[in-house]
């Protein structure tokens, strides 16, 4: 049994006793010390927080005792259903709720399920406030409502469908473009809420034919639900067969789109952000960020316009954070997640497909055709095991000091970033690992260069 607590939310396996895995007693402990959180900091008048859950077996069940916790704290619940992690950060705003809670263990397996903890703007907690939620949680450090203040229910199955509106309202989607392409779409919903809100999603785009996989909102994964290509064979093999233009694959969650060519060739997770940003970029002139793990094709469809590109630390809240303060138009993170702060400052898929969709029916290209405009770059993802009683941070300042002529940025861990290719190590928050992340333009030239590094950092650790 699991139990991971970080200033991004609790998850943990189901089952086990307190402490242990997400179970009752931790649930009601979380959330309690979250809406004090609220409670202390929200600027709204508000007394409302929002709950929606992804498809998981467990979903009922958490989302039971979190709404009756959020009431006992003096909170009206606005319970939404089944709903993906965007359509319930939109949720927040057009609610005017003063935050909310997302129930979703994201591309965790299905004995995982998670509380994603949202402010009044329907974006993650920053650190600070993920901190504090900790430390309320840990002193026990609330105070429940009286029976005159006890919180109220409701529940609202419309916000699918005001996403879906909205999505639709983008000025940059262009829906008579992609009903005039006729495409034939095949999509991958891994068994979770993808599969209620992709397939009206797309009709309402004017997409011909839907061709649905694993779309029953079970929450029993048909296979590991992370949108990686060890994962996919399935509907790699339904596009073989030649009769789709493109297939979208969405986690369980919806905030990560991964996307293959009309061959049964996936077209690369990293791609589904620089592709994006190259259409907005197009039509809206201005600045693109991602972590400082993804992908340098960005950076190079970024300067194609004249533009700044920019890199955070890597996690969402830091990718937010970094975009506000360059005015970003677009960014994102390298796993499939597309952030467009036109429509909000959130991963999401829906988003990610319909300015995908628009771009294609403008190219008139295929999908392979239209992945093969952009640099061709590899990423090679290695890990480094060390002991507890390594130092990590000093291993990580000699490395720096190794390559101080090269060009470096210590935001996050170390990244070197030579002319041709970049490494970067970053270490882990809760194991004694270092991650490995590079790139060149060979998978063979990007291994050899994590490799490379690594061996510098085994023979510093001796």
């Known amino acids: 049994m699991t139990l991971i607590k970080s200033i991004s939310g609790i998850r943990g396996t189901i089952g086990g006793h307190a ?8 649930i009601v402990k979380f959330t309690s010390a979250y809406a004090t959180l609220i409670r202390r900091t929200t600027t709204k008048t508000s007394n409302k927080i929002v709950v929606g859950r992804d498809a998981r077996i467990s979903g009922e069940m958490v989302k039971n005792v979190v709404c009756g916790t959020l009431m006992g704290m003096g909170f009206d619940v606005l319970n939404i259903g089944l709903a993906s992690t965007p359509t319930t950060e939109l949720a927040v705003t057009m609610s005017g709720a003063c935050g909310g809670i997302i129930l979703t263990a994201s591309h ?3 004995q995982w399920n998670a509380l994603k903890l949202l402010n009044e703007h329907g974006e993650f907690l920053n650190a600070a406030e993920g901190n504090e939620v900790l430390r309320i949680a840990a002193a026990e450090e609330f105070e429940f409502a009286d029976i005159d203040h006890v919180g109220k229910y409701t529940e609202d199955n419309t916000y699918n469908q005001k996403h879906i509106d909205s999505v639709l309202a983008l000025k940059l989607v262009d829906v008579e473009a992609i009903r005039n392409a006729h495409f034939r779409v095949a999509i991958d919903c891994v068994n979770s809420v993808g599969g209620i809100i992709l397939p009206e999603l797309l009709e309402r785009l004017g997409v011909e034919h839907v061709e649905k996989l694993y779309c029953e909102p079970t929450g029993d994964f048909q296979h590991n639900p992370e949108p990686l290509e060890k994962n996919l064979g ?3 093999g339904l596009m073989k067969q030649g009769k789709n233009d493109v297939a979208f694959v969405v986690d369980p969650d919806v905030d990560r789109l991964a996307i293959i060519c009309e061959n049964g060739v996936m077209y690369g997770e990293e791609y589904t952000l620089v592709t994006v940003a190259d259409y907005v970029l197009k039509h809206t002139p201005g600045n693109t960020v991602s972590n400082l793990s993804s992908t340098r094709a960005l950076r190079d469809v970024t300067r194609k ?3 700044q590109y920019n890199a955070s630390a890597v996690g969402e809240v830091n990718v937010v954070t970094k975009m506000k303060a360059t005015q970003a138009v677009i960014g994102g993170e390298g796993n499939g997640g597309v952030i467009y702060p036109e429509s909000h400052y959130g991963r999401d898929a829906l988003v990610g497909i319909a300015l995908f969709l628009s771009h294609l029916a403008h190219e008139g290209k295929k999908v392979s055709e239209l992945r093969a405009t952009y640099p061709n770059y590899f990423i090679a993802k290695n890990r480094i ?5 390594t130092d990590v941070d000093a291993i ?9 002529n090269e060009e470096i940025n210590d935001i996050d861990g170390v990244k070197i ?6 490494v970067h190590l970053r270490k882990s928050n809760t194991e004694p690992i270092i991650r490995v992340y590079s790139e060149a333009s060979t998978m063979e030239e990007a291994d050899e260069l994590g490799k490379q590094i690594m061996d510098i950092v085994y023979s510093l650790a001796k």
């Open 396 to 404: 990580l300042a000699k490395v720096k000091e190794m390559y101080k």
């Open 385 to 389: 095991d060390l002991t507890p009683e």
């Open 234 to 236: 399935d509907i790699m």
């Open 417 to 422: 970033d030579f002319p041709d290719k970049w």
């Open 108 to 110: 965790n397996p299905k």
């Open 19 to 26: 402490g242990e895995g997400l179970n009752p007693l931790d």
């Open 305 to 307: 316009y004249g533009m």
